[in-house]
């Protein structure tokens, strides 16, 4: 496994981390605790979870996800793992998380005292907005459209409530998910300004039908130190090509269709089907060629895995031993070329 500081901590990530949306709807606590026990034994020491987790979110499963983790995570030698968790936005109908989340001071206490005592642990390493308290368009919407501007908090009031948890040890450093260039320019510019706590890293989906945090995030993190943490590197499951050879696969496609809407696009299966052909070509699984693309872009930090199985969880892993030649890159920038971004 090979370790990668997060943007401007101190911190040392695994190049792949385990993401764990999956525990407590598509997994057993069972299932969940062998995959952490596996994904630890293979060198993986970043665990990545949020308080509305397990997706699809229901009231009568949210939180189930740290509260897994918290049983196991209680059994674990503490500071040799960095745990990341996140809070709720507001806007989705969430109203079963506190009332309907929002990023305000009030809730941002509520809501890392309830992971905390979930997870039970006294602090976590990474405390991620997992999508802006304003309005931007995300989760397959691409246009900005102001009328749908909305109350929201001001970031310099969010970073000043997020800097008491870092004061009071129960944050390490902080992070943003789901963000704009403008949002991340914005967080940095007001930490500076008031002298609280820099963002370190924004998890935001990556993969190769989704690329375009290469424009106006990559330059941003770039000159800001910010990590990416790529999410989805494997776009809900289309870039393992299952629903390529049966469009009713057994996946998060098919069991939470609504969703997945933002892989419902009319270039995804022909993308999908050009990446299937590189990677058989080349002697790889579609997934393992997925995963190696964006574990080695040279603005990530860590790719996040999710798995239903320890056989997938391998697999995933298994592609850490792999360095794509240039003529894969070379094929891959074709269809990149042909079709852009079918995904975002």
């Known amino acids: 496994m090979e370790y990668r500081r997060l943007g401007a901590s101190d911190l040392q990530v695994s190049a792949l981390a385990l993401g764990t949306m999956t525990f407590g709807e598509q997994n ?25 987790y397990p997706v699809a979110p229901r009231a009568e499963t949210v939180h189930r996800t740290e509260s897994y983790i918290g049983n196991w995570l209680m059994r674990q030698q503490r500071d040799k793992l960095v745990v990341a968790t996140k809070i709720a936005g507001p806007a989705r109908g969430f109203t079963w998380i506190r009332g309907t989340p929002r990023i305000d001071r009030a809730q941002i206490n509520a809501a890392i005292d309830g992971s905390l005592r ?7 390493d990474l405390y991620q907005i997992h999508w802006p308290d304003r309005y931007v368009p995300m989760f397959g919407a691409t246009a900005y459209d102001v009328k749908q501007e909305r109350d929201s908090t001001p970031i310099a009031e969010q970073l000043q409530a997020l800097a008491e948890l870092v004061k009071a040890g129960k944050v390490r450093y902080l ?116 995963l190696a693309f964006a574990r080695t872009r040279w603005f990530t930090s860590s790719v996040i895995l999710g ?31 042909k079709y852009p971004n079918p995904a975002p």
């Open 28 to 52: 057993s606590e069972a299932d969940a605790h062998a995959q952490l026990d596996y994904a630890v034994a293979r060198g993986v020491n970043f665990i990545d979870t949020a308080e509305m």
């Open 118 to 124: 979930r997870l039970q642990t006294d602090y976590v």
């Open 175 to 290: 992070g943003l998910s789901n963000e704009t260039p403008w949002g991340v320019a914005e967080f940095v510019r007001c930490a500076e300004q008031l002298g609280l706590p820099r963002i370190v890293s924004i998890q935001n989906a990556y993969h190769l039908m989704n690329r375009t945090f290469e424009s106006g995030l990559a330059e941003i993190c770039h000159r800001a130190d910010v990590g990416l943490l790529a999410y989805s590197p494997l776009a809900f499951g289309w870039l393992t090509g299952k629903y390529i050879d049966d469009p009713q696969a057994h996946g998060r496609i098919t069991l939470f269709p609504n969703f997945g809407q933002r892989y419902a696009k009319v270039n995804v299966p022909p993308a999908v089907r050009e990446y299937m052909k590189i990677a058989q070509e080349a002697g790889l699984s579609p997934a393992t060629m997925a």
């Open 307 to 337: 798995a239903t199985t320890l056989d997938q969880l391998k697999e995933n892993l298994d592609s850490m031993d792999v360095i794509l030649k240039d003529e894969v890159l070379e094929k891959i920038e074709a269809v990149h070329r």
